[in-house]
């Protein structure tokens, strides 16, 4: 059988057919903003971060990328260390003056108040030559020959003592050094430790007032006490206060023996007490007033050092 053809379909009028918008003419105005739209809608919208990431990716791609290197501390031996003051400044002090001055007395009173140890070179031969040390020894034989004891003996004797731990904050020497050879030696073995003379007292006074203070000196045979026939006597004239015992006048401590230790101290230390005035170090004190004078003018230098 033959299939039956479907029936065409009718066409709508003409008048009532749509008109397609004719498009419009294109001007010069309109291709940039044609173009730029085109663009935005080809471009993603970029974030701040994205727009990092592939430049970032950019540099570096195909390159070595140097890291900052580690932060070492130096070792111990290259390390500039500043140096610090010590806490607690040494006081040094030299004590000057002929015999019979008075400076052992001044010197043993400010150790006291200052609880320094007060060194005395006298105290320090009798104390090794008691218990009979190798430097006592050697300074004994000296001593009974009548001689001098050598300057290294004498340095070695106060080296020693200074090793002792009541040396840490400072001390005081009484009569030591007498010549300019213990000066330059007893620099040495100061600055070994570390330290330095911060000053020397010079007790002056006129001979005739030290040949009155010495020459006028009694001794106790037994127990060594000490009067004075004018500034200190005893109670009963030859006997001692103290014990009872015999007062006598030493044989060195006669009139015409203290005169001549009087040259021999100005020729020996003389030059000594020379050379610590031009170093600055030298303070003089008046030696002919009282005891608590004395050590009043003597405390207000110690105290300025």
């Known amino acids: 059988m033959a299939k039956k053809k479907a029936p065409k379909r009718a066409r709508k009028p003409a008048g009532k057919q749509r008109k397609r918008p004719q498009p419009k003419a294109r001007t010069a105005k309109?291709?940039?903003?044609?173009?730029?739209?085109?663009?935005?809608r080809k471009t993603p919208p970029r974030t701040k971060r994205a727009a990092k990431k592939p430049a970032r990716k950019a540099a570096t791609k195909g390159k070595r990328?140097?890291?900052?290197?580690?932060?070492?501390?130096?070792?111990p031996a290259t390390r500039v260390i500043a140096q610090r003051e010590p806490a607690v400044k040494k006081l040094v002090l030299v004590f000057l003056g002929p015999p019979g001055v008075g400076k052992g007395t001044q010197a043993a009173k400010l150790a006291q108040a200052l609880k320094l140890p007060h060194i005395s070179t006298g105290d320090l031969f009798r104390d090794h030559m008691k218990r009979e040390t190798p430097l006592g020894l050697k300074a004994k034989e000296f001593v009974n020959a009548?001689?001098?004891?050598?300057?290294?003996?004498?340095?070695?004797?106060?080296?020693?003592?200074?090793?002792?731990?009541d040396c840490g904050q400072g001390f005081i020497f009484?009569?030591?050094p007498r010549t300019v050879g213990q000066d330059v030696e007893l620099g040495k073995v100061l600055q070994r430790r570390g330290e330095q003379?911060?000053?020397?007292?010079?007790?002056?006074a006129p001979d005739a007032v030290i040949v009155e203070r010495i020459s006028g000196r009694r001794t106790c045979r037994q127990c060594g006490a000490i009067s004075h026939v004018k500034f200190n006597p005893t109670?009963?004239?030859?006997?001692?206060?103290?014990?009872?015992g015999e007062t006598y006048q030493r044989s060195d401590d006669a009139a015409d023996k203290v005169s001549k230790r009087l040259e021999e101290y100005a020729a020996n230390t003389g030059p000594l007490v020379e050379r610590y005035r031009s170093q600055g170090l030298l303070r003089e004190i008046d030696?002919?007033?009282?005891?608590?004078?004395i050590f009043a003018v003597m405390s207000a230098v110690v105290t300025r050092l």
């Open 235 to 244: 109670r009963v004239e030859g006997k001692c206060d103290l014990c009872g």
């Open 65 to 75: 990328v140097l890291k900052p290197a580690p932060r070492k501390t130096l070792p």
């Open 174 to 176: 009484d009569g030591f």
């Open 287 to 293: 030696a002919t007033k009282g005891v608590d004078e």
């Open 146 to 165: 009548g001689k001098l004891v050598p300057d290294e003996v004498t340095v070695g004797l106060v080296e020693d003592r200074l090793q002792r731990g």
């Open 197 to 204: 003379i911060a000053a020397a007292l010079y007790f002056a």
């Open 30 to 40: 309109s291709k940039p903003r044609r173009a730029a739209a085109k663009i935005a």
